[in-house]
């Protein structure tokens, strides 16, 4: 059986209940009025008697209905009705080790899942999730009574329930759990609700026992309550795993809640009372409410701040009707009261990965105290508490729809976004790409601790495809990311990136609304390389390389050749020779000593020299400086030195281009390594009639490499064409005039 529990043997008075979903030794400050607890000795009565007459709803699901109810007022009652009449009579004479009937575990799952506001059909397979495994009920008729998705519903969570937690397992437990899963978020709603009740039943267990299931809890549970949004059963698990796991600072972190409340005088109702007149006097409708903290979120806020103060045991919950009455209380607060602007962050224009949505900010009082606000509207509040259960059925077009698809294909609704997880990641995103990334990860442990980076990013951003398309991609990702999540496998080839604009390496971290073109490879021989894992953050991108890696032990070692061993072409006829690996400051000497060029100069009888910096050529807007031995050089006027000079105080001399159209300029082209890339350059090059004067290409670096070329041109116009030329061969991706620092004159 799935629940083995008695009375609680954790945190406090805690009765054997499950009325609520958050830690009952901290009172949920925003409940709209309080629920009477499950009594489950009354519900053991109830469940003795039998069931009751047909068409009418037993007395043991009373707690369920009304909770049922406030969620949703036209539920068909009837499926709970038939539901708890097949499981009573089918979990009648089984006990739980407490010596409680049975039944009243399923009821209590129910319930929890009842208040956070789930659909009929997850309460109905909820009822029936142990039936299938612990009675003589097959799927067939749960199939045949309730249909074919409260069966596939009941069979997820009967699988789930045959995962081995075991500590050394724990890699393909997860596994294990996705394929049970499938892409059907409900299934999980019922395993966390379930597990949920398990552990605050826990104290019949031998106490090794209890802290096996707590690890497993805090370490594959917990996360995915978190990545899924469900903070009512997340910081309730967050509790219970840290009274079993650590029962000394619970301990204390109990004491210091209880001190707290024995105080005079709360700094947080002082604080609320004037927002509230704030608002009032802004017209503005909204409910002030305050939470507590729950006991972790206590002891985090303990350790980072050391003495605690009375403002640091909750935070004030402005709840509002519409998006925009969020930022009016914002301004309200932020005109009439003292900001803390460092504490500022807004979860509504970027919500969190786990469809989060709320205005954080914060108000000095007079006495040093800082206290936390929460803005957010009713739904984003029902969101924030229940996550993808206050969802309703994902599948369907609209809320309680019917299902157009069979949930076991795994396929979401025709009207499912593709990208889908930054609007709900359960349509079916996130889990999908789940089930995608186990199936190619080489091995459970590179899956396990893939996935666990994954569930602990609570941020995103969006970067968008010069085609106008958006990608989500976790705070912190790289190019590397974005290449995986828009090509997949195809991504071995992705050679470089641009972002906004300009020429990137794939390393390059990604900011919120950045424009993102990868540059894929043409060459089929593309890999990638080993150090793309150090910059690689989602699990697509890992498993991805990893698998990859395991398949070839041999490579990861990038793409391309040395560039610092290629062939060079020969500055005579452009053939290839060994490379030089000159430093760049060659092709810059080689310029400056380049012939006069055919430049006119107001200083008659002076010599006139381009200036290497820049290279000009015509028809570029020129001016000239002397320097010494009476040399006139030549710049661009764009170019960084003229501002030098004239900040030395340095004369122009007018120049101006004579009637020779004979040129000299140095070109520089970026690309990203290659087998052949040199002699294809090279090639380009001559087809345009240039001669290479000299050339130098420096080591590459992250599989970028910067080539240098001093050439000589016949005709100035040619210009155009040859840079097109150039960025024409693949593998090149910029090709610009150099400009050098000029050496000091």
């Known amino acids: 059986m799935s629940a083995e529990a008695t009375n609680p043997a954790t945190p406090g008075p805690v009765a054997p209940t499950a009325a609520a979903a958050t830690t009952p030794a901290v009172p949920r400050a925003d409940r709209r009025k309080s629920r009477p607890r499950i009594d489950l000795r009354r519900l053991g009565r109830a469940a003795l008697l039998g069931p009751a007459v047909r068409g009418k709803l037993p007395d043991a699901i009373s707690h369920v209905v009304e909770a049922h109810r406030a969620h949703h007022p036209d539920a068909d009652l009837d499926p709970l009705r038939r539901a708890y009449v097949l499981a009573e009579s089918s979990h009648r004479g089984q006990m739980r080790k407490s010596g409680e009937p049975y039944i009243t575990h399923p009821l209590a799952v129910t319930l929890i899942l009842a208040e956070l506001g789930a659909e009929t059909t997850t309460l109905t397979a909820s009822l029936l999730h142990d039936t299938v495994e612990d009675t003589d009920v097959t799927l067939d008729q749960v199939r045949e009574q309730f249909g074919e998705e409260v069966r596939y519903l009941v069979d997820g969570v009967t699988k789930l329930e045959k995962v081995d937690y075991g500590a050394a397992a724990e890699p393909e437990t997860f596994r294990k759990m996705l394929v049970a899963t499938g892409s059907d978020v409900r299934v999980m709603s019922i395993k966390l609700a379930d597990r949920l009740h398990n552990m605050r039943t826990l104290g019949v267990m031998r106490p090794e026992k209890q802290a096996r299931i707590a690890k497993v809890t805090r370490d594959v549970l917990i996360p995915l309550a978190e990545r899924l949004g469900v903070q009512a059963l997340k910081t309730e698990l967050e509790d219970l795993v840290f009274a079993i796991l650590h029962p000394d600072e619970y301990e204390h972190t109990r004491e210091l809640i209880a001190g707290n409340a024995a105080r005079r005088g709360d700094p947080l109702a002082e604080v609320a009372d004037e927002v509230r007149g704030v608002l009032r006097e802004a017209d503005i409708q909204a409910e002030v409410l305050i939470r507590p903290r729950h006991f972790v979120s206590v002891h985090r806020v303990a350790r980072k701040r050391g003495r605690l103060r009375g403002a640091d045991f909750g935070r004030l919950l402005v709840l509002v009707h519409e998006d925009a009455d969020c930022y009016g209380v914002l301004g309200e607060l932020h005109t009439c009261m003292t900001p803390v602007v460092s504490e500022f962050k807004d979860f509504i224009a970027v919500p969190k990965f786990n469809l989060y949505q709320s205005l954080h900010t914060a108000v000095a009082r007079p006495d040093g105290q800082v206290v936390e606000v929460l803005i957010r509207t009713h739904q984003m509040h029902k969101v924030a508490e229940a996550g993808v259960v206050a969802l309703g059925n994902p599948y369907a077009p609209a809320s309680d729809a019917p299902v157009s698809d069979s949930p076991l294909s795994g396929s979401p609704a025709s009207d499912a976004p593709a990208d ?41 951003i969006t970067v968008f495809r010069p085609d106008g398309g958006a990608l989500g991609l976790p705070e912190g990702a790289s190019c590397v990311d974005a290449a995986y999540a828009q090509y997949g496998e195809d991504a071995h080839a992705c050679i470089g990136a641009r972002v906004n604009g300009r020429l990137a390496t794939l390393s390059t971290v990604l900011k ?81 000593r380049s012939r006069s060029a055919d430049v006119l100069s ?29 040399v006139v050089t030549v710049h661009r006027l764009e170019c960084a030195t003229v501002a030098q000079m004239k900040s030395r105080g340095r004369a122009e001399i007018g120049v101006r281009w004579g009637d020779t159209t004979e040129i000299r300029v140095t070109l520089v082209a970026e690309s990203f390594g290659r087998p052949h890339l040199l002699a294809d350059l090279t090639e380009a090059i001559s087809s345009t009639g240039a001669d290479i004067v000299s050339a130098t290409v420096e080591p590459p670096t992250q599989q970028r490499v910067r080539h240098t070329y001093t050439l000589q041109l016949p005709d100035a116009a040619r210009l155009p064409a040859l840079m097109r030329a150039m960025r024409d061969v693949p593998g090149v991706y910029d090709v610009a005039r150099a400009q050098h620092p000029s050496p000091a004159s």
């Open 420 to 460: 889908g997880e930054r609007a709900d990641p359960t349509r079916p995103g996130w889990l999908s790409r789940l089930l995608d990334w186990q199936r190619a990860a080489p091995d459970p442990d590179t899956f396990w601790s893939t996935l666990r980076e994954d569930l602990a990013q609570d941020r995103e």
């Open 602 to 630: 107001d200083r008659p009888g002076a010599t006139v020299r381009l200036a290497g910096c820049c290279t000009p050529v015509p028809p570029d807007e020129i001016t000239g400086f002397a320097v010494r031995g009476g």
């Open 512 to 592: 919120d609304g950045d424009t993102v073109q990868l540059l894929m490879g043409q060459d089929p021989a593309s890999e990638p390389s080993r150090e793309w894992l150090e910059h690689a953050h989602t699990p697509a991108a890992r498993i991805a390389i990893q698998r990859w890696l395991a398949a070839h032990p041999d490579g990861g070692t990038g793409s391309g050749t040395d560039e610092a061993t290629a062939p060079r072409p020969d500055p005579a006829d452009g053939t290839a020779t060994a490379e030089s690996t000159a430093p760049e400051s060659t092709a810059r000497e080689s310029a400056a």
